[in-house]
């Protein structure tokens, strides 16, 4: 068996990892990717461990080489782009010696409808001092391959045919570089400003769309990215594994994952959500308080429950009344006083709301969920109803739907909103000392042209 442990080993051309890596890395697979997302990450963590190990020679300026073979449409794109800045989408292995890559680039040319390809780095001073960091060297039987980081940028300097094979240079782009700054900068700024596995910061009940867009468009992205990942059955393992671990202490809950393991379905993830048990419990606990390895292992049942909810809309929007376009429902809950300054400083704002969201069509429900101002709620808190429009005939922003579960009230109805719903405050108004109300309304989906840009290449 390979040892793991040496991950730099196994990236070899001969090795496991390497055909892996170097074929799923470029083709924008979410799946493929998030399956290697291990793998990925300990080659990551091998090249920074090494630094100590590394010759001060990196430090200088030279030149690597690589030999390869492309097809005629990207080597005419690569033409086309002289002058602008490109991303590796993958780790390189570059040989410092030319002659090594040109054996590469022109040996084994069995497709007529590749060109051979080499490929030379320049890496400047500064670009030497910032990757010395990540530079590793590797001794092969061919001489040292040197490994390049995931995702290193390049400007290309020249692209061109010879008689021989095509010759593409390019200059390794620093982070102090102009067109660097001036491209990717801003976009660089808004990804690393609030990361996402940021620990011990105060998690807000609502995200202010206007204060906070940075924050809102990233989980979003998470969102959206965690949509596209196929439930599989290595998925609901680690779902199941994560809640044995997190009530391994707890018998009675310890019988309920076992119950769900042996029967859960994907068609009836609305039935295992409204059941006051661990998954309702977990999953709300681990978005609100944004820990987001929680709810990666989570996104089995959180796909599940999304595609539930889509399914069962149709049914539940042909339900309404035809002449009745708009739908009241109600929320009943208890917040920080805080929070009632903060709703009513951004009416006419937009508010997003991580987790899946339980409304009823009874105002009386929501009245007692919410505990009407009373003593009993907890102090600093203040009980709230969220009357909530829903125009059914605007292309909405998540999918809702009627779920069954039984109620205390005669004639109520659950409606469960997916996660990271949108919503307009319109109105904020005081019932009494503890008691609020605040109207808001469903947006339609969005067409943000940040948020189209951010996650277009999902779409590829």
């Known amino acids: 068996m390979d040892d793991i442990s040496d991950p730099i080993n196994l990236y070899t051309i001969t090795g496991p990892i390497y055909p892996n890596l170097t074929s799923i890395l470029p083709s924008k697979d979410i799946n493929?990717?998030?399956s290697l997302r291990y793998a990925i990450n300990l080659l990551n963590s091998q090249l920074e461990k090494s630094n100590s190990e590394r010759d001060e020679s990196v430090c200088r300026p030279f030149s690597l080489y690589r030999g390869i073979q492309s097809?005629?449409?990207?080597?005419?794109?690569?033409?086309?782009?002289?002058?602008?800045?490109?991303?590796?989408?993958?780790?390189?292995?570059?040989?410092f010696d030319e002659n090594t890559a040109k054996s590469f680039a022109t040996g084994d040319m069995n497709h007529a409808c590749k060109q051979p390809v080499l490929q030379k780095i320049n890496i400047s001073t500064k670009?030497?001092?910032?990757?010395?960091?990540s530079l590793f060297c590797k001794s092969q039987s061919f001489g040292d391959v040197m490994i390049l980081p995931y995702q290193s940028l390049f400007r290309i300097v020249k692209a061109e045919r010879t008689e021989l094979f095509w010759y593409v240079e390019s200059d390794l782009v620093d982070a102090d570089d102009e067109q660097f700054c001036s491209v990717i900068g801003p976009w660089a700024k808004l990804i690393n400003e609030?990361?996402?596995?940021?620990?011990?910061?105060?998690?807000?009940?609502?995200?202010?769309?206007?204060?906070?867009s940075t924050s809102f468009l990233k989980f979003q992205v998470l969102v959206d990215a965690l949509l596209r990942l196929d439930a599989n059955e290595f998925a609901k393992e680690e779902l199941i594994e994560l809640c044995l671990s997190k009530y391994a202490n707890d018998r009675k809950t310890l019988n309920h994952i076992d119950v769900f393991a042996q029967n859960y379905r994907g068609e009836d993830a609305a039935y295992w959500y409204s059941r006051d048990w661990f998954l309702f419990r977990t999953l709300n606990e681990a978005l609100h308080q944004e820990n987001y390895d929680t709810i990666i292992k989570l996104r089995c049942f959180i796909r599940d429950l999304h595609n539930q909810l889509a399914a069962l809309q149709i049914d539940y929007l042909q339900s309404l009344p035809h002449n009745q376009p708009n739908i009241v429902l109600y929320r009943g809950q208890t917040i920080p006083r805080s929070e009632i300054e903060w709703l009513?400083?951004?009416?006419?704002?937009?508010?997003?709301?991580?987790?899946?969201?339980?409304?009823?069509?009874?105002?009386?429900?929501?009245?007692?969920?919410?505990?009407?101002?009373?003593?009993?709620?907890?102090q600093g808190y203040v009980s709230v109803i969220f009357e909530i429009l829903v125009d059914t005939r605007l292309p909405l922003n998540v999918p809702f739907a009627r779920i069954n579960y039984q109620s205390i009230f005669q004639d109520e109805e659950e409606i469960l909103f997916s996660m990271a719903a949108v919503f307009?405050?319109?109105?904020?108004?005081?019932?009494?000392?503890?008691?609020?109300?605040?109207?808001?309304?469903?947006?339609?989906?969005?067409?943000?042209e940040q948020w189209q840009l951010l996650t277009s290449h999902l779409n590829a």
């Open 344 to 378: 009513q400083r951004y009416q006419c704002s937009l508010i997003s709301m991580n987790s899946f969201l339980s409304t009823t069509n009874s105002y009386q429900a929501a009245v007692f969920f919410s505990g009407e101002g009373t003593d009993d709620v907890d």
């Open 32 to 34: 493929k990717l998030f």
């Open 424 to 448: 307009r405050i319109q109105d904020v108004e005081k019932i009494h000392d503890n008691f609020w109300c605040v109207k808001i309304k469903l947006e339609k989906n969005l067409d943000d």
């Open 194 to 212: 609030e990361c996402l596995f940021k620990t011990g910061m105060q998690k807000p009940y609502f995200r202010y769309l206007d204060t906070n």
């Open 127 to 133: 670009s030497g001092e910032r990757l010395h960091r």
């Open 71 to 95: 097809s005629i449409q990207i080597l005419e794109q690569v033409k086309a782009g002289v002058g602008s800045i490109i991303g590796k989408a993958s780790f390189g292995s570059f040989s």
